[in-house]
C-alpha cells in the first residue's frame, strides 16, 4: 500500500488521482492534502479520506475550514500557506507525494519533499521546467524515486522501460495542437478568453489550457523531457497528433519508433506512476483501436511561426541557467493577465519575449555558479515584477 500526500487535490490531477485510491482503497491510504482555496472540495475530501494533515494556501479560507471541522468534530489538522503544504509533502507516513500544484508555487513542497526521502509522481511541468537544474542532481543524490505523471512524458517512460539509454535517438512528444490548430497568426490577433479556454480533447484547469493554446505547454514538456531523460532538446521533437491517441513516442537507434496508446484520460498515467513498477487494475473502458479517432491517425509539424513561444521555448532549453526559469515566470503572469482580460492572446507571447530578452546578459553569470532553489526563486520573483509592469498588473 502507498501512502500519500496530494498537493494541488482539488485540481484536475488531485481529483483524478483521489478517484484512483476512491476504487482502489486497498492500495492507497491518504495522509495529507493541500489545496488553493477551494475548501468545499476539500472539505468533502476530507470527510471521504479523513487525511490527518490539510493544508490552504489561502489564511482565511483555512481558518475558516478549521473552524467548522471543530464544529463537526473532525480531527483533521489544518495548516496553511506555502509552510502548510511543505508540511503536507513531508509527512513522516507518507512515502509518496503527489506534486500537481500548478505553476513555480509547487516547486518548494517538491523540493521539500525530496530532501524528507519522498518519492515523487511529478504532475507540475514547472518543478523541472524551473528547477531542473537542481532537482535532478538533488533526485539522483536522495535515491528516490521520480515518477512522471503529466500524459506525454509518462508515456515516454513507458517505452523506455526495458531499453537501454544508449540506444535512444529521438524522442517525439505528441500534441493536440489545441483550439487553435492551422490557423495563421493574424487570426490570432483578436481571439478571446471563451476560445482559448475551449481545448478539443482534454479537460484541464484555466493557466494549462492556455498554454496549450498557446503551444506553450509543449515548449514546457520539451524542457521537461530533457531532464528528465537526460536528452538534449534537439533530439526533442514536437508532433502536432489532433486525435490524442498516441501520447508520445521514442525512436531508437536502428530506426525503430515505440509510442504509447490509450484514451485521452489522466487516470491511466496517475496509475502508471503510482503502481510503479507494478500494472494496476484497469479503470478505464478498453482501447478500442476501431473507434473513429482510430481510422486516421495523423501527424503534423508544430508551426514555430504562428506559435512563438515554442521557439523561445527550445531556445531557453539550450541555453539552461535561469532562462527557463524566467521564462516560465513570465509566462505565469502573462497568462493571467490574459484571462482576466488585461492583454491580447498574442501579447502573451510578446511580453514573455521581452523579459526574456531583458534577462540574457546575466544568465552567463548564473551558469558559472552552482545555483540553489533559493536562486531560482529569486529570480522567478524578479521576472514576474518585470512581467506584471508590462502588463499592467
Given at each position: 500500500?502507498?501512502?500519500?500526500?496530494?498537493?494541488?487535490?482539488t485540481?484536475?490531477?488531485g481529483?483524478?488521482?483521489?478517484?484512483?485510491?476512491?476504487?482502489n482503497p486497498?492500495?492507497f491510504?491518504?495522509?495529507?492534502l493541500?489545496?488553493?482555496?477551494?475548501?468545499?472540495?476539500?472539505?468533502?475530501?476530507?470527510?471521504?479520506?479523513m487525511?490527518?494533515?490539510?493544508?490552504?494556501?489561502?489564511?482565511?479560507?483555512?481558518?475558516?475550514?478549521?473552524?467548522?471541522?471543530?464544529?463537526e468534530?473532525i480531527g483533521t489538522?489544518?495548516?496553511?500557506?506555502?509552510?502548510?503544504?511543505?508540511?503536507?509533502?513531508?509527512?513522516p507516513?507518507?512515502?509518496?507525494?503527489?506534486?500537481?500544484?500548478?505553476?513555480l508555487?509547487?516547486?518548494?513542497p517538491?523540493?521539500?519533499?525530496?530532501l524528507?526521502?519522498k518519492?515523487?509522481a511529478?504532475a507540475?511541468?514547472?518543478?523541472?521546467v524551473?528547477g531542473?537544474?537542481?532537482?535532478?542532481?538533488?533526485?539522483?543524490?536522495?535515491?528516490?524515486?521520480l515518477l512522471?505523471v503529466?500524459s506525454e512524458h509518462c508515456?515516454?517512460?513507458q517505452c523506455l522501460?526495458?531499453?537501454k539509454?544508449?540506444n535512444l535517438?529521438?524522442?517525439?512528444?505528441t500534441?493536440?495542437?489545441?483550439?487553435?490548430?492551422?490557423?495563421k497568426?493574424?487570426?490570432?490577433?483578436?481571439?478571446s478568453v471563451?476560445?482559448?479556454l475551449?481545448h478539443?480533447?482534454?479537460?484541464m484547469?484555466?493557466?494549462?489550457?492556455i498554454?496549450?493554446?498557446?503551444?506553450?505547454?509543449?515548449g514546457l514538456?520539451?524542457?521537461e523531457?530533457h531532464?528528465?531523460?537526460?536528452?538534449?532538446?534537439?533530439r526533442?521533437?514536437?508532433?502536432?497528433?489532433p486525435?490524442?491517441v498516441?501520447?508520445s513516442?521514442?525512436?531508437?537507434c536502428?530506426?525503430?519508433?515505440l509510442?504509447?496508446?490509450?484514451?485521452?484520460?489522466?487516470?491511466?498515467p496517475?496509475?502508471?506512476?503510482?503502481?510503479?513498477?507494478e500494472?494496476?487494475?484497469?479503470l478505464?473502458?478498453?482501447?478500442?483501436?476501431?473507434?473513429?479517432k482510430?481510422?486516421?491517425l495523423?501527424f503534423?509539424?508544430c508551426d514555430g511561426d504562428?506559435f512563438?513561444?515554442?521557439p523561445?521555448?527550445?531556445?531557453?532549453?539550450?541555453?539552461g541557467?535561469?532562462?527557463p526559469a524566467?521564462?516560465n515566470?513570465?509566462n505565469e503572469?502573462a497568462?493571467?493577465?490574459?484571462?482576466d482580460?488585461?492583454?491580447g492572446?498574442?501579447?502573451?507571447e510578446?511580453?514573455?519575449k521581452?523579459?526574456y530578452?531583458?534577462?540574457?546578459?546575466?544568465?552567463?553569470?548564473?551558469?558559472?555558479?552552482s545555483?540553489t532553489i533559493?536562486?531560482?526563486?529569486a529570480c522567478?520573483?524578479?521576472?514576474?515584477?518585470k512581467?506584471?509592469?508590462?502588463v499592467?498588473?
Amino acid at each position: 500500500m502507498r501512502t500519500l500526500s496530494i498537493l494541488g487535490s482539488t485540481g484536475s490531477i488531485g481529483t483524478q488521482t483521489l478517484e484512483v485510491c476512491r476504487r482502489n482503497p486497498d492500495d492507497f491510504k491518504v495522509a495529507g492534502l493541500a489545496c488553493g482555496a477551494d475548501t468545499d472540495t476539500l472539505y468533502e475530501q476530507i470527510v471521504e479520506f479523513m487525511p490527518r494533515v490539510v493544508s490552504v494556501a489561502d489564511s482565511v479560507a483555512a481558518k475558516a475550514l478549521s473552524s467548522r471541522l471543530k464544529k463537526e468534530n473532525i480531527g483533521t489538522e489544518v495548516l496553511c500557506g506555502e509552510e502548510g503544504s511543505i508540511a503536507v509533502a513531508s509527512l513522516p507516513e507518507c512515502d509518496t507525494c503527489v506534486g500537481a500544484i500548478v505553476g513555480l508555487a509547487g516547486m518548494m513542497p517538491v523540493y521539500r519533499a525530496i530532501l524528507a526521502g519522498k518519492d515523487i509522481a511529478l504532475a507540475n511541468k514547472e518543478t523541472l521546467v524551473a528547477g531542473g537544474d537542481v532537482i535532478m542532481p538533488l533526485i539522483k543524490q536522495s535515491g528516490v524515486a521520480l515518477l512522471p505523471v503529466d500524459s506525454e512524458h509518462c508515456a515516454i517512460w513507458q517505452c523506455l522501460w526495458g531499453e537501454k539509454r544508449s540506444n535512444l535517438d529521438r524522442i517525439l512528444i505528441t500534441a493536440s495542437g489545441g483550439p487553435f490548430r492551422g490557423m495563421k497568426r493574424s487570426e490570432l490577433m483578436n481571439v478571446s478568453v471563451e476560445k482559448a479556454l475551449a481545448h478539443p480533447t482534454w479537460k484541464m484547469g484555466g493557466k494549462i489550457t492556455i498554454d496549450s493554446s498557446t503551444m506553450m505547454n509543449k515548449g514546457l514538456e520539451v524542457i521537461e523531457a530533457h531532464h528528465l531523460f537526460d536528452i538534449d532538446v534537439d533530439r526533442i521533437d514536437i508532433v502536432v497528433h489532433p486525435q490524442s491517441v498516441i501520447h508520445s513516442m521514442i525512436r531508437l537507434c536502428d530506426g525503430s519508433v515505440l509510442g504509447q496508446m490509450g484514451k485521452p484520460s489522466m487516470i491511466l498515467p496517475i496509475m502508471v506512476a503510482l503502481y510503479y513498477p507494478e500494472r494496476g487494475p484497469r479503470l478505464l473502458e478498453e482501447f478500442d483501436p476501431f473507434c473513429e479517432k482510430c481510422n486516421n491517425l495523423t501527424f503534423e509539424r508544430c508551426d514555430g511561426d504562428v506559435f512563438g513561444l515554442v521557439p523561445l521555448a527550445y531556445k531557453a532549453g539550450r541555453a539552461g541557467g535561469i532562462l527557463p526559469a524566467v521564462m516560465n515566470a513570465a509566462n505565469e503572469v502573462a497568462v493571467h493577465a490574459f484571462l482576466d482580460g488585461k492583454i491580447g492572446f498574442l501579447d502573451i507571447e510578446k511580453s514573455v519575449k521581452s523579459v526574456y530578452s531583458e534577462f540574457e546578459d546575466t544568465n552567463l553569470y548564473w551558469k558559472s555558479h552552482s545555483m540553489t532553489i533559493e536562486d531560482i526563486i529569486a529570480c522567478d520573483k524578479e521576472a514576474r515584477i518585470k512581467t506584471s509592469e508590462i502588463v499592467g498588473l
